[in-house]
């Protein structure tokens, strides 16, 4: 999933000063789950933000919605008219979520209330950690499904380096070498033979080179227009 924390109140409260009606919009599937931007946190970012206004003297109207995606129009389309009636739409979705608004409502001025950070999985209670970097080459199926280019510090396709003792990586004694535990995955699978396997340098034209990536499913299109 997509993890995100919330801005600082101070950087949202000035990214709306000049705002008198505000909507702060959540989003309830991503970062509802790592509590950073569901109903629950958009309700209580407008709370806060109603308070501050009035303390500071410049009380304004803050109201709060969620819909379930932020990134489909489609459930943006069911609070069109909330969002055409604010000055200012603060998104607490990811930053996907903030563009999807802006891109479907041209005319709205558009914010947003979280930093998002990367794509992750929670490992306990209030922790989450990046997982994977969207590369757009997965050898996930080579390498016991840990992912050398989110969790190895310098994105070794072939490792492990020679920083790495006692499976820790040398930049944090808090961080395990991504490739030793690549090797015990691959050795308690009885597949230590991928490990020998040596990848090609990686082709980032599949990342971030050459501007944003699209992926079109034609097959999918065809449909669409079909039942048109």
């Given at each position: 999933m997509i993890v995100a924390e919330q801005k600082p109140l101070d950087e949202i409260k000035g990214l709306i000063a000049e705002a008198e009606k505000v909507l702060v919009l959540g989003c309830g599937t991503c970062v509802t789950v790592c509590f950073a931007g569901g109903e629950k946190e958009a309700g209580?970012?407008?709370?806060?933000?109603?308070?501050?206004?009035?303390?500071?003297?410049q009380p304004k109207d803050v109201t709060h919605t969620t819909v379930q995606r932020q990134c489909e129009w489609e459930y943006l389309d069911a609070v069109a008219d909330q969002i055409r009636e604010a000055d200012i739409v603060v998104s607490v979705?990811?930053?996907?979520?903030?563009?999807?608004?802006?891109?479907?409502?041209?005319?709205?001025?558009?914010?947003?209330?979280?930093?998002?950070?990367?794509?992750?999985?929670?490992?306990?209670?209030?922790?989450?950690?990046e997982r994977?970097?969207?590369?757009?080459?997965?050898?996930?199926?080579?390498?016991?499904?840990?992912c050398p280019i989110a969790r190895c510090a310098k994105q070794l396709l072939n490792g492990p380096c020679g920083g790495s003792q006692n499976g820790v990586c040398e930049i944090s004694k808090e961080l395990p070498c991504a490739w030793q535990l690549i090797y015990d995955r691959l050795k308690s699978q009885n597949r230590l033979h991928l490990i020998t396997q040596i990848q090609p340098p990686?082709?980032?034209?599949?990342?971030?080179?050459?501007?944003?990536?699209?992926?079109?499913?034609?097959?999918?299109?065809?449909?669409?227009?079909?039942?048109?």
């Open positions: 209580i970012l407008a709370t806060s933000l109603r308070m501050a206004s009035k303390i500071d003297g979705g990811c930053g996907i979520g903030v563009q999807a608004v802006v891109e479907r409502f041209p005319e709205v001025w558009v914010v947003p209330g979280l930093n998002t950070s990367f794509m992750g999985l929670p490992t306990e209670q209030g922790v989450w950690e994977c970097a969207a590369c757009g080459s997965c050898i996930l199926g080579l390498t016991g499904g840990i990686k082709d980032w034209s599949k990342s971030r080179d050459g501007g944003p990536r699209r992926i079109t499913r034609e097959d999918l299109r065809l449909a669409a227009e079909a039942s048109e």
